[in-house]
C-alpha cells in the first residue's frame, strides 16, 4: 500500500530553536495535510495544503506541498512548550482515506 | 459546537471476545471514517461511512465491520480479538458537501486493550 516516510522520527530541540521536518512518498497525493497529536487526544489538523507548490502558513507554522506532488515539508519557528507532541504527515489520494506517515516526536528542552 | 465524541475511552477484553465502538460525529458533518493507531505508529485506515453505507475500506480482515445510523452517528464492531488488535481506535467525521471537504476532525479515541 501508500507508505509516506517521515523524518526525523524525533526531534530533541532548545526552546526558540526552529523546527524542520519532512515528509515523502513514493505516491502522488491530491492533498497534503499536517496534524498534531497530544498524547491521549486524537490528531488535530494544523494545515491543509490543495496545490502543487503551495506554501501555507498558520501563526508559527509554515508548510510547503511540493511541486511533484510526492512530498511536503513543515516548519515550526521559535519554539515554545506546547509545540512538544507528534506531528504527523498525511495525503489523500482523491477519495476521503488518508494515509499517515509514522510521525516525528517533537521534545523541546525548556 | 461538540466535536467528535467518542466511547469508551478505554476498555479491556481478552482474546476471542468481540467489542463495539461509538463515535459520533461533529455537528454538520455527515461522514465517520474509523483508524487503528497502534502505539508509535500512525493512524492506519480501517473504513469509511456516508449515507448508512461502506464506501471505502483498508486493509482490515473481515473480523472489523461498522453500522452508520440515520443520525450520522457509527459504531465500529472488531469480532474474535486478537492481541495485535489492542489500539487506539479513532473515529474522525467529515462533510461530504462542505468546501474542504477532505479535513476530518478527529476524535479523542478508545484505547483497546487484549489480554
Known amino acids: 500500500g501508500q507508505q509516506l516516510n517521515q523524518s526525523p522520527q524525533s526531534m530533541f530541540i532548545q526552546e526558540g530553536e526552529d523546527v524542520s521536518m519532512n515528509c515523502t512518498s513514493s505516491s502522488i497525493f491530491n492533498t497534503w495535510l499536517w496534524y498534531k497529536q497530544d498524547p491521549g487526544e486524537g490528531p488535530v489538523l494544523l494545515i491543509a495544503?490543495?496545490?502543487?507548490?503551495e506554501l501555507t502558513s498558520n501563526g508559527r507554522l509554515t508548510a510547503q506541498f511540493g511541486i511533484t506532488r510526492k512530498d511536503s515539508f513543515l516548519n515550526i519557528s521559535a519554539s515554545i512548550p506546547s509545540d512538544v507532541g507528534i506531528y504527523f504527515c498525511a495525503g489523500h489520494q482523491g477519495a476521503q482515506k488518508l494515509v499517515f506517515g509514522q510521525g516525528t516526536r517533537l521534545t523541546i528542552n525548556p | 459546537d461538540a466535536g467528535v465524541t467518542q466511547s469508551p475511552t478505554h476498555l479491556i477484553k481478552t482474546r476471542g471476545q468481540q467489542v463495539t465502538l461509538r463515535c459520533s460525529p461533529k455537528?454538520?458533518?455527515?461522514?465517520v471514517s474509523w483508524y487503528q493507531q497502534a502505539l508509535g505508529q500512525g493512524p492506519q485506515f480501517i473504513f469509511q461511512?456516508?449515507?448508512?453505507?461502506?464506501?471505502q475500506r483498508g486493509n482490515f480482515p473481515d473480523r472489523f465491520s461498522g453500522h452508520q445510523f440515520p443520525n450520522y452517528s457509527s459504531e465500529l464492531n472488531v469480532n474474535a480479538l486478537l492481541l495485535g488488535d489492542s489500539a487506539l481506535y479513532l473515529c474522525a467525521s467529515s462533510a461530504i458537501q462542505a468546501a474542504g471537504a477532505n479535513v476530518l476532525t478527529f476524535g479523542a479515541g478508545s484505547r483497546l486493550t487484549v489480554l
Open positions: 461511512y456516508y449515507e448508512e453505507e461502506e464506501r
Open positions: 495544503l490543495y496545490k502543487a507548490g
Open positions: 455537528s454538520g458533518h455527515d461522514t
